[in-house]
Nanobody
Framework: QVQLVESGGGLVQAGGSLRLSCTAS?????MGWFRQAPGKEREFAAA????????NYADSVKDRFTISRDNAKNTVYLQMNSLKLEDTAVYYC???????????????????WGQGTQVTVSS
């Protein structure tokens, strides 16, 4: 089992920035961030390989969001810049089912999930 604890959500104006953090209880897992807006399905936002040398982004966040990790701290970050109203959602951190994996975009590849953190972008 891998426990994931997220932090960093909040309220921000459009055009602003936020950084989300996710600390894992174990090492060597590829990690991803997903989000779920009210009334919508959970969708992929960004992912990072276990080593941190490969990333994957949804088109909707590419060039605005950056995923990174500090393996010494078992922590993954999501830096969100130029936030838009449509970025409002609950953001979930996730870890893949197996270790030493790549940056997966499919929900089915992830076995462990955090509790979610709310990000609200206002006009």
């Amino acid at each position: 089992q891998v426990q994931l604890v997220e932090s960093g959500g909040g309220l921000v104006q459009a055009g602003g920035s936020l950084r989300l953090s996710c600390t894992a209880s174990k090492r060597n897992y590829a990690m991803g961030w997903f989000r779920q807006a009210p009334g919508k399905e959970r969708e992929f936002a960004a992912a990072l390989s276990w080593s941190g040398d490969s990333t994957n982004y949804a088109d909707s966040v590419k060039d605005r969001f950056t995923i990174s990790r500090d393996n010494a701290k078992n922590t993954v970050y999501l830096q969100m810049n130029s936030l838009k109203l449509e970025d409002t959602a609950v953001y979930y951190c996730a870890a893949t089912a197996n270790i030493f994996g790549g940056p997966k975009s499919s929900l089915g590849e992830y076995a462990y999930w955090g509790q979610g953190t709310q990000v609200t972008v206002s006009s």
